[in-house]
Nanobody
Framework: QVQLVESGGGLVQAGGSLRLSCAAS????????MGWHRQAPGKQRELVAG???????NYANSVKGRFTISRDNAKNTVYLQMNSLKPEDTAVYYC??????????WGQGTQVTVSS
């Protein structure tokens, strides 16, 4: 089992920045890729950014150039630096990870609200 705990969400004005963190614990030796998803009210959960064990990243088109995903494998932690935030970035943000055995784990989510 792997547990994920997110932090760093909150309320920010448009144009501002936030940094989300997600720390994994438990069977962390099996962690492979990690990522962030988000779900806005009335919408489906969508991928925001992902990062492989070797550091290869991918982003949703809507956040390219504004968000940066990174990870610290020694701390089993993934980060999402969010700059130039827009009201449409308002959502609950979830971190997730994939294990070498193909299992997926999710965090509890953290609210990000961007005011106009």
């Amino acid at each position: 089992q792997v547990q994920l705990v997110e932090s760093g969400g909150g309320l920010v004005q448009a144009g501002g920045s936030l940094r989300l963190s997600c720390a994994a614990s438990g069977r962390t030796f099996s962690i492979n890729a990690m990522g962030w998803h988000r779900q806005a009210p009335g919408k489906q959960r969508e991928l925001v950014a992902g990062i492989s064990i070797s550091g290869t990243t991918n982003y949703a088109n809507s956040v390219k150039g504004r968000f940066t995903i990174s990870r610290d494998n020694a701390k089993n932690t993934v980060y999402l630096q969010m700059n130039s935030l827009k009201p449409e970035d308002t959502a609950v943000y979830y971190c997730n990870l994939f294990t070498n055995g193909g299992r997926t784990y999710w965090g509890q989510g953290t609210q990000v609200t961007v005011s106009s």
